[in-house]
């Protein structure tokens, strides 16, 4: 039967789509996915392919996934530095495809001779090309320590002042040195640099302070597992986010001057003296010590300086806080606290020091309990006095809470009792089970109705807790349909 039109009703049989038919734009954001070995390689699956690669606006280049290795080392190293070369090489010219990141992740034997040399064309080149991302990451089975400048000559320096005159805006450096000559001036050592993460690399206190004064629009510094310091000095009235890790210096001492520091985390990071010349511009703060005794110490000394921090992820030492030598202020009070983050378990010393924290909080509106593995309980299981044996929670603001890892012991239960018997304006409280199985667990959510609170979605199988949908909870009623069976 013919169509209105005179042809035929049948549709006309179209083609298959193959690689060839979609456009390069396409096929470049594809490849753009892989690893640039990968990349590379698809030049085997299609002409469409062909060269395309070479308009990658980032690489990444990582000397394990080099396969097959040759039959030594040095032949390994010296393919894969060819390699590399060449890729360079036979990239497109900036001007039609420009280099945005360059991400180099190499093994501890190419610091050496004559392998460094090539390592130095590779970020000349980025730089050159106004390369904004550069990694790189040095890795090995056997990485030794940072403990003196005699260990130096083992790391690739990596050439710092190359940067003055580029546009790279984030830097991450992992198992290396700075390479600073003595003469080169640290008033404007890299004007572009944004961001800058450093791991396991030698750093001594005047390295920190110059770097730091040298980069004039640094927002973001995070200083990991680094060797070297003992007086930390940062000022910089740009930066934004500091994130010091993993260092202990009892003798040591870390100063910060940045009145637009607005995210601030302390992990393990451990030293005699914390000072903050002004800390009003913290909202955010992440606190983390050893969970031993010994160091309490530190924790109460960067703890005191946040008193205006909005959001706090902190550990729960807060009954130590007040009957311990090394205390808060008599006057002290998170001013903006608005959310909690507190890593804790639940006992008394733990309710204790939640009932301290919250007299501390007085606009605190959501507060959220998550479970600390303790490697030592002394600073934890000490005797509580008479004078906290009744405790009772300030909520005056707190209208939101959640209970993460929850088991359901008497433990929590009796929490949760002090909870809705101190309750004011709490609207909404999540307890999210413990997984025991491979089930799927639905957090069990609590909302406020006018008699009390209602359950409103539940955990069923494989979780181990007798709770339905709609059952309601009352304030000073038994809610056993929490606990175990």
């Not at 992440?286 to 924790?299: A, K, Q």
């Not at 804790?344 to 007299?359: F, H, N, Q, R, S």
């Amino acid at each position: 039967m013919a169509s209105p039109a005179g042809g035929s009703s049948s549709a006309v049989a179209r083609p298959p789509t193959t690689l060839d038919d979609l456009p390069p734009s396409l096929l470049l954001r594809i490849i753009s996915s892989l690893s640039t070995l990968d990349a590379i390689q698809t030049t085997l699956i299609s002409p469409a392919f062909l060269d395309l690669w070479t308009s990658l606006p980032s690489l990444s280049f990582d000397f394990s996934l080099f396969l097959p290795p040759c039959d030594t080392p040095s032949q390994t190293l010296r393919a894969f530095s060819d390699f590399v070369t060449r890729a360079f090489l036979l990239r497109h010219p900036p001007s039609s495809s420009p280099l945005r990141s360059l991400h180099l992740r190499l093994d501890s034997a190419t610091h050496h001779l004559p392998y460094r040399r090539h390592i130095d064309s590779w970020i000349h080149y980025a730089v050159a090309h106004d390369v904004e991302s550069l990694s790189l990451t040095f890795s090995s089975k056997y990485l030794l320590q940072f403990l003196n400048e005699t260990t130096d000559s083992y790391y690739y320096p990596f050439p710092l002042p190359l940067l003055r005159n580029g546009s790279v805006r984030s830097l991450h450096l992992k198992h290396c040195n700075l390479d600073v000559p003595r003469n080169t001036s640290r008033t404007r050592l890299c004007e572009s640099l944004a961001s800058i993460d450093f791991v396991q690399v030698y750093l001594t206190d005047e390295r920190i302070s110059d770097l730091v004064a040298g980069c004039l629009n640094i927002e973001a510094l995070t200083i990991r597992q680094c060797h070297g310091m003992k007086e930390v000095k940062i000022s910089s009235p740009s930066l934004k986010r500091l994130d010091l890790w993993q260092f202990r210096c009892d003798e040591g001492s870390v100063e910060i001057r940045a009145p637009n520091l607005s995210n601030l985390r302390m992990f393990f990071f451990e030293v005699g003296e914390y000072v903050m010349e002004d800390s009003s511009a913290v909202e955010e703060a992440d606190v983390t010590c050893i969970s031993m005794v010994e160091n309490y110490r530190y924790w109460i000394k960067i703890v005191r300086l946040l008193s205006h921090v909005k959001r706090f992820h902190v550990q729960n030492w807060w009954y130590k806080a007040v009957v311990s030598k090394y205390c808060l202020p008599k006057r002290f009070v998170f001013h903006n606290l608005n959310y909690l983050r507190i890593n804790m378990e639940y006992t008394k010393a733990d309710m204790v020091g939640i009932a301290v924290l919250l007299e501390l909080s007085p606009k605190l509106g959501t507060m959220i309990l998550d479970r600390e593995l303790r490697i030592n309980e002394e600073i934890f299981g000490a005797r509580i006095s008479e004078e906290f044996e009744r405790i009772n929670f300030n909520l005056p603001s707190l209208g939101h809470l959640k209970l993460n890892c929850y088991w359901g012991t008497m433990d929590e239960l009796h929490f949760l009792r002090l909870v809705l018997k101190s309750e004011v304006v709490l609207e909404r409280i999540v307890l999210h089970p413990v997984r025991l199985d491979q089930n799927s667990v639905i957090p069990i959510v609590l909302v406020k109705r006018t008699q009390g609170f209602q359950v409103v979605q539940g955990s069923f199988p494989g979780c181990g807790l007798q709770v339905y949908q709609g059952m309601d909870v009352y304030q000073g009623m038994e809610i056993s349909c929490l606990i175990w069976r």
